[in-house]
């Protein structure tokens, strides 16, 4: 009897110590507020916590899908059999039927803006916090001094025990702008052919992005049409003149022509806020380096936010899509044709690509790196790596240069945890 009692006064024990555990942790997820993370819905809820990523995936694993494939079944029957009823069709909602999302125009001049702006940013970032890149992977570090940490998967790694070979590296590595074909109709032409693949120009998938949300460069011309398109048992027919259209695009680039940016980029000007003309006065009129090169590197870091909120706002609407074995993307309704993917499984695909939805982190390469608390010290240990935390390589080099710590990003950085020394690895558990 008196066992019985124990085993249930124990087990009550074991469950209120799960209770409160599981109460703290919706207590500490439901106070934090993003502060300036792009996962911020706006109305103030978020997740405080989030871990560091994983590490990259095998070269033959495929990455997730977005949406689970059950939905997207499900999705293509509906189409299928709402193409039976009603063959000829004209699309509504844009951009599908061709015609520019409204509210999504500015947006997307604030990215093209924010994405030039941040990487002279960075230019000027990086010649006080120097960049390390390793010979033979993709791995970045910020600091002087390159991390001792063993995760080097290039060519003769296993010769050198998996330790990088660091070299000096540029604003290039810091944020990876993967490149795509540009369209000049993404809805009467959304494909490149094989043969085409020389022919049609490859630019940054972000600046490919603005082009088909609303931004006119001179150089890489978009057709911009007035009259929604029609479906016609899943063919896209345009109705519109071709003489009006020809009208419209030759007007629309003489006005960009005529105006051009401050920096040099052909881009239809749009209004520039007050926040950011204050910003080009406040990084002109500074003269102690010591606050230049902070308030600079706070700067950069809102680039970031803006431009990464802005991408994701955009990927709502014009649809991306990426290779699932390989960093490939193409930003329009369809991927391109290229036999160009060397990846897992290319011989039983001819070389095309495995398409499917992308995700922001394809479309803008973080690239993150590890967490160093203060570059005065020795380079960090593989024997420690565990107590380390990540961050975007941007966010690193900005806290690095004196900018604060977001809070969306302080668990991922492990500010918190206590590191112990080389010698105190055998005493902790």
Known sequence: MLRRIRLQISHIGRLNCRLNRSYAFAAASSSGVLSGGVDDDGDGDGELYSDVPRPPRRKT????FVTPMKELIRRAREER??????????????????????????VAHRVYRARETLLKGLSELIKVVPVQRCRFCFEVHIGHVGHEIRTCTGPNSGLRSATHVWRKGGAQDVVFFPKCFHLYDRVG????????????????AVVELCVQAGVDLEKFPSKR????????????????FISETHKIDRDMFAESASKTHEMG??????????????????????????????QLSVWTMELWFEMMEGVKRIMESYTVWTCGYCPEVQVGPKGHKVRMCKSSKHQSRNGLHAWQEATIDDVVGPNYVWHVQNLNRPALNNNLKRYYGKAPAVVELCVQAGAPIPDCYRSMMRVDVVRPDRDEVDLVA
């Open 61 to 64: 694993e495929r990455k997730p």
């Open 81 to 106: 059999e709402a193409r039976k009823l009603q063959p000829c069709h004209m699309l509504e909602n844009p951009p599908e039927n061709g015609l520019l999302v409204p509210e999504l125009v500015e």
């Open 189 to 204: 032409k959304p494909r490149v052919g094989h043969d085409e693949r020389h022919r049609v120009p490859r630019i940054p």
């Open 225 to 240: 049409r007035t009259k929604p398109v029609y479906c016609i048992e899943g063919r896209i027919v345009d109705f519109e």
């Open 265 to 294: 980029c052909d881009v239809v000007p749009s209004r520039t806020s007050s926040i950011e003309e204050s910003k080009f006065d406040l990084w002109s009129s500074l003269n102690d380096e010591a606050k230049n090169i902070k």
